[in-house]
């Protein structure tokens, strides 16, 4: 029941649902006017996800990092609230033993699809812009919080679906080059792939 409003309606969002298993019955668990994405779970069980906050906010800039307790309750910004950067924060996983800190991949509203910059973001530091993140590659540099549409457009290396494995290590997807193809790497807080 919710449409894109810039497109008046004409395209789907998506909603989160949760489905038991065993009866196959299914309940929804958010209902924004625009899409929520992404989901995954904290080592709490609470459920992570990206929310397209429409109302009130600059469209371009207005995917924030959301968590809700597993039946759809007490929903909050985990990270992004009242922020500009980054503009969407696609596929965040918690690290593994690192709590507050997630790694996600950033880009722009019309950007490449869902494709961007690989960022770690450590929520005990900071929950707005530029704080408390730090970009792989670009080990001991501070991340400049550009507020851009187009963040990601040309940039390389380009990442998807990173895959926390511990606090220094992650599996991500990655074209390396604007020439290269697409493969899968081990990379590092080092630079290291």
């Avoid at 969407?88 to 709590?99: K, Y």
């Amino acid at each position: 029941y919710q449409g894109l409003p810039c497109v008046f309606g004409s395209a789907p969002m998506v909603c989160l649902y949760r489905m038991k298993r065993s009866t196959r019955q299914i309940r929804q668990l958010t209902f924004e006017q625009d899409s929520d994405w992404c989901p995954s779970v904290l080592p709490d069980g609470r459920v992570m996800y990206l929310r397209w906050e429409y109302t009130d906010q600059s469209h371009a800039n207005s995917r924030i990092l959301f968590y809700m307790n597993p039946d759809g309750t007490d929903q909050r910004a985990l990270r992004g609230r009242g922020s500009w950067f980054p503009g969407s924060f696609f596929f965040a996983r918690p690290i593994p033993g690192a709590p507050g800190r997630v790694i996600g991949v950033a880009g722009g509203h019309h950007d490449v699809g869902r494709s961007g910059r690989l960022l770690i973001f450590d929520t005990n530091v900071g929950r707005h812009d530029g704080e408390g993140v730090c970009e792989i590659p670009g080990r001991d540099k501070p991340v400049e919080p550009i507020v851009r549409d187009g963040l990601t457009r040309g940039a390389c290396p380009q990442f998807l679906m990173p895959w926390p494995l511990s606090l220094h290590y992650h599996l991500v997807a990655a074209k390396r080059h604007p020439d290269s193809l697409w493969g899968i790497y081990l990379v590092d807080v080092f630079d290291n792939f």
